[in-house]
């Protein structure tokens, strides 16, 4: 009995471990106040597949921004989207430096996305890349606050997105947990150990992303075109990776609006993860899997083996939950609006099944994504 014990206390505190580092990550990129840039001319780039009630949206956001017009393009890029996206674009567009291109690529293929934004990143004519999504919006200072992160050796700029709020507790319990990947991704890069990102929200450099070879060498793994480029940058390249942490730069999107969709994003999200270049990785984010696992194992062992697990159970859940809470809470601040604590306590009771299971059906499933079956 005394093996399952040290192994979950080792798993505890390897993960008490991993907080501490997001939270010394967090603050140390949030002092990170840099503003050099606003010259370059950038390319702003924007896939889409079936956003006709995004898209208007999306396109107001875009030219709304603050950013000289003639320091900026806009290229919507039609990844074989089957609705009237490009139609209601064509006709709403008023502006010279905004265009649509399709992607020559077909729709039975994988890595649709990464195919599109790569064919529109070779028509680009910016130093600077900057990614989004036709589902999400911005402030008017967002490009700006965006590109004045790039100083002379950054090759990567990672932004914050935020869920907006649609009154419902199921929109709540996404917000909260959206923002701790977030704050989770930020304070690993503050850290220097870049694993996570959000492609609705991004930046890097033309000349950077060619060194590095693009996305040619995942082609054949559906998702990621956001997270293998950071990692890449970081390990094969001097260029630095940064985290934009500036409420001006958050990028607002809506949660989704069923536990369905919910589920298929996360296994999007969870399939590309045994795939990530650095082994050590891979290993660090299954140790804190384990530590998911080894919370519920506790649980039943408590109930119906020992009640020593089920203390352990008690210790393990409830330092979770306190650690989590001081991280989400510390790291928000600046950033994100203030953590409701009902809210949270609800999400923590889910937390835990929610990951199991989403990391498990990423890892060894297919998932549903704008009408596609992807393969994994």
Same mark, same amino acid.
């Given at each position: 009995?005394? #093996?399952?014990?040290?192994?979950?206390?080792? *798993?505890?505190?390897?993960?008490?471990?991993?907080?501490? =580092?997001?939270?010394?990550?967090?603050?140390?990129?949030?002092?990170?106040?840099? +503003?050099?840039?606003?010259?370059?001319?950038?390319?702003?780039?924007?896939?889409?597949?079936?956003?006709? $009630?995004?898209?208007?949206?999306? !396109?107001?956001?875009?030219?709304?921004?603050?950013?000289?017009?003639? %320091?900026?393009?806009?290229?919507?890029?039609?990844?074989?989207?089957?609705?009237?996206?490009?139609?209601?674009?064509?006709?709403?567009?008023?502006?010279?430096?905004?265009?649509?291109?399709?992607?020559?690529?077909?729709?039975?293929?994988?890595?649709?996305?990464? $195919?599109?934004?790569?064919?529109?990143?070779?028509?680009?004519?910016?130093?600077?890349?900057?990614?989004?999504?036709?589902?999400?919006?911005?402030?008017?200072?967002?490009?700006?606050?965006?590109?004045?992160?790039?100083?002379?050796?950054?090759?990567?700029?990672?932004?914050?997105?935020?869920?907006?709020?649609?009154?419902?507790?199921?929109?709540?319990?996404?917000?909260?947990?959206?923002?701790?990947?977030?704050?989770?991704?930020?304070?690993?890069?503050? #850290? %220097?150990?870049?694993?996570?990102?959000?492609?609705?929200?991004?930046?890097?450099?033309?000349?950077?992303?060619?060194?590095?070879?693009?996305?040619?060498?995942?082609?054949?793994?559906? +998702?990621?075109?956001?997270?293998?480029?950071?990692?890449?940058?970081?390990?094969?390249?001097? @260029?630095?990776? %940064?985290?934009?942490?500036?409420?001006?730069?958050?990028?607002?999107?809506?949660?989704?609006?069923? &536990?369905?969709?919910?589920?298929?994003?996360?296994?999007?999200?969870?399939?590309? +993860? !045994?795939?990530?270049?650095?082994?050590?990785?891979? !290993? %660090?984010?299954?140790?804190?899997?384990?530590?998911?696992?080894?919370?519920? &194992?506790? !649980?039943?062992?408590?109930?119906?083996?020992?009640?020593?697990? *089920?203390?352990?159970?008690?210790? +393990?859940?409830?330092?979770?939950?306190?650690?989590?809470? @001081?991280?989400?809470?510390? =790291?928000?601040?600046?950033?994100?609006?203030?953590?409701?604590?009902?809210?949270?306590? #609800?999400?923590?009771?889910?937390?835990?099944?929610?990951?199991?299971?989403?990391?498990?059906?990423?890892?060894?499933?297919?998932? $549903?994504?704008?009408?596609?079956?992807?393969?994994?």
């Amino acid at each position: 009995m005394i #093996i399952p014990i040290l192994l979950f206390i080792i *798993l505890l505190i390897n993960y008490l471990v991993f907080l501490i =580092g997001i939270l010394k990550g967090i603050k140390i990129v949030s002092k990170d106040n840099t +503003s050099s840039a606003g010259s370059k001319f950038v390319s702003v780039i924007i896939p889409f597949r079936n956003e006709e $009630k995004n898209i208007l949206k999306s !396109l107001q956001s875009i030219t709304s921004q603050n950013y000289d017009k003639d %320091k900026y393009e806009i290229i919507y890029v039609d990844d074989n989207s089957e609705d009237e996206t490009a139609k209601l674009l064509t006709e709403n567009i008023t502006s010279s430096n905004i265009r649509i291109v399709k992607s020559p690529y077909n729709a039975d293929e994988r890595a649709h996305k990464k $195919k599109a934004l790569k064919f529109a990143i070779e028509k680009a004519r910016g130093e600077i890349i900057i990614t989004t999504d036709a589902d999400c919006t911005q402030g008017e200072n967002w490009l700006t606050t965006m590109v004045n992160s790039f100083e002379n050796n950054t090759g990567f700029v990672s932004g914050p997105v935020e869920f907006l709020s649609n009154g419902t507790l199921f929109g709540e319990l996404q917000k909260i947990e959206f923002s701790s990947l977030i704050l989770v991704g930020a304070g690993l890069i503050g #850290i %220097k150990q870049p694993i996570i990102c959000n492609a609705a929200n991004l930046g890097f450099r033309k000349s950077v992303f060619n060194q590095v070879g693009g996305y040619d060498d995942n082609l054949n793994i559906s +998702s990621g075109d956001d997270e293998f480029l950071m990692q890449k940058i970081s390990k094969d390249t001097n @260029f630095d990776v %940064k985290f934009c942490f500036n409420k001006s730069a958050i990028t607002f999107t809506e949660p989704n609006r069923t &536990v369905e969709q919910f589920y298929q994003q996360r296994k999007r999200w969870a399939s590309k +993860s !045994l795939y990530y270049i650095k082994k050590s990785t891979i !290993l %660090k984010l299954f140790l804190i899997f384990l530590f998911y696992v080894g919370i519920v &194992v506790q !649980l039943l062992l408590g109930l119906f083996y020992n009640k020593i697990f *089920l203390i352990l159970f008690i210790v +393990s859940y409830t330092a979770k939950i306190i650690s989590e809470y @001081f991280v989400l809470n510390t =790291g928000a601040k600046g950033l994100f609006p203030k953590i409701n604590i009902v809210t949270f306590l #609800i999400a923590e009771v889910l937390h835990i099944p929610y990951i199991i299971i989403s990391a498990v059906a990423g890892a060894f499933g297919n998932y $549903k994504w704008k009408g596609r079956e992807i393969k994994r």
